[in-house]
């Protein structure tokens, strides 16, 4: 089997990213390597695959029993005997775990490095009895002083190419400079290593930094908005990171503590919810790495700031390892700064404590950038890239100044008409003419009500922030904050104080993080489906499949278990396993919308193009098409054909499409202009939003039926 056909049959992908292939082929050639590969990049798979196809054992060294029991299911998932042996089994599982490796039934062994060397440990005996044929240390940075994150226990690996001298060692990690590079080989004793160096962007992740200042309710408006995604947020103390916890519980959040200080039930537990999504929003310390693996993590806030740019780039890394788009957001204060050198400093090393305050100036640096922050990043880890990445802060903002004078004083004027008694909410809705009942029948008849109507509530938002910022605005800090002037106010009111805003003006964001048009309201019965799953294996969900891969189904819509076998994700083993629990929710859900397979367009942009521009009228919908034309409604045809009344919907508006059909046959021409509107305004690619903008007198055929009609008259 090559590694390739290997590939495809154990992890259901069909080319290798980054340096893979030739990672794979250095080791099954039996030639030590060095490793540096972004964290989500797919290092794991450049010591799993060999293993698969090489004859004996492979002993992976990892840090973290958490990090173990993760790869040693997802191995299992995949159909690849793999085991761990650490402190938490009882002595009837170890003991099992030797008899299986002793009859040659496991591929892969994890242990921690104090397992394999420590004072009494008579495992290295045991282990040279067997066929080891390959040895990867995970984590490699931990081996040295001068990495982010130095472990003792990871010295004892010096004695790897004693005990093992034929047995090739690849050694891997997502971060390492020059110098950490040079000791991870020297330690090691690694023998005329190849070094392989990926490319450390992660394009799917957007860069941000954001000013601190009230930071806990900068984070409560940034998670309002991501109620459903899995993140994980880093403080520097223990003490803060339970605060926080405590604080997003009461708000409402799944949310949960983890530290080095917490005992082991207690840390495990938490882990264990945050890896099967039963808690949302993972509170932890910027010191503990916690080797986290869970694909679905969509946001990594560093709530302090990390002490170097290792830890942090290893920490946002950790977002988005399923290549879907994700954030990086690091709240920063001059403050955290003063309080890390401290922590720097190491006592009796001079040389040492010179280097780590360097490396926490290059942290501020980076906190501080008004240019590309990518750039800054891929500098660091010596990889050139242009100055303008298109999806960081700094990218994705232009800013000029502007004469704000006039905008200044309607806000000004608003908030002094409305006696200093209402929030930022209220007062924009005045400044726009809100016609809500929750504007009061007083307020609308004052001069002020309206003026600011030309100004999205974004744009309000922004100036007033702005105000608030230069000292013209104050709000209170009270269980309602309220927005107050200032002794500044009066002159800006009166004309004698000019007001400049800085425009931001966000742009679009980078092609290569767009994901593919897919069917929203599919997308949570598979979850539902995998969830389940999850359950039945005891495993996190993410484990039985990706988010990645349950998008591509939501797009696609494979038909068949060939088609399935397209899907990325989708190896020989999960196929057999749960191919047909997913099969089985897809076509009862494309039978229901009147859809079809659309796996031949997977690799073809064009071809998409093509089949959007002529709409499949088959026999189906021909034969609705028909008994429409004869004078039946859309619920008596559905009746007689045993299809849902959406179905028959989507058929008829195939043939609005097409010209078949007249639209005033399924819609009242004066409903068409507000339809139109609402789709110009929001967009076609979501029913829901437009429905919920026209309110309950439109239908959702009336709807489809229109958009159908617009298709047509954009090809006419």
Known sequence: MTPLQALHKYYGYTQFRHQQEAIIQQILNGRDALVLMPTGGGKSLCY???????????????????????QVDSLNLNGIPAAYLNSTQSSDEQQNIINRLRSGDIKLLYLAPERLFGSESR?????????????????????????????????????????????PVVALT?????????????????????EFVSSFNRPNITYKVVPKKNSYNQLLDFLAERKEDSGIIYCLSRVSTEDLAADLRAQGYAAEAYHAGLDNETKARNQDKFLRDEIKVMVATIAFGMGINKS??????????????????QETGRAGRDGLPSEAVLFFSAGDAFKLQRFARVEGNEEQSRIMLKKLDDMVKYSQLQTCRRQYLMHYFNEPFPDHCGSCDVCLTEFKKIDGTVIAQKALSAVSRLNQRFGNTYVIDFLRGSKSEKIREEHKQLKTYGIGADLSKADWQRYIGQLILQGYLQITDDGYPILKLTPASDAVLKGQQKIEFT??????????????????DLLPDLKTIRFNLAMNENVPAYLILSDATLLEMATYLPQTLDELGRISGFGEVKLAKYGDAFLQIIINYCDKKGLSSKIGSKRTKAATKTKASRPTSGNTQRESFELYRSGKTISEIAAQRSLSTTTIESHLCSFVQTGELDISEMVPPRKMPAIQEAAESYGTERLAPLKEALGDDYTYAEIKAVLSWMKREVQA
């Open 48 to 70: 799993q695959l060999p293993a698969v196809l090489l004859p004996g054992l492979t002993l992976v060294i990892s840090p973290l029993i958490a990090l173990m029991k993760d």
């Open 123 to 167: 495992l290295v005996s045991f282990l040279k009895s067997l066929p080891v044929s390959l040895i990867a240390i995970d984590e490699a940075h931990c081996i040295s002083h001068w990495g982010h994150d130095f472990r003792p226990e990871y010295l004892m690996l010096s004695n790897l190419k004693t005990e093992f001298p034929k047995t």
């Open 174 to 194: 997502a971060t390492a400079d020059q110098l950490t590079r040079h000791d991870i080989k020297e330690k090691l004793a690694l023998h005329q290593p190849a």
């Open 296 to 313: 679905n993590v969509r946001y990594v806030v560093h709530y302090d700031l990390p002490k170097n740019i290792e830890g942090y780039y």
């Open 503 to 520: 425009l931001a003006e966000n742009i679009e964001e980078a092609a290569e993080i767009q994901t593919p048009s897919y069917e929203s």
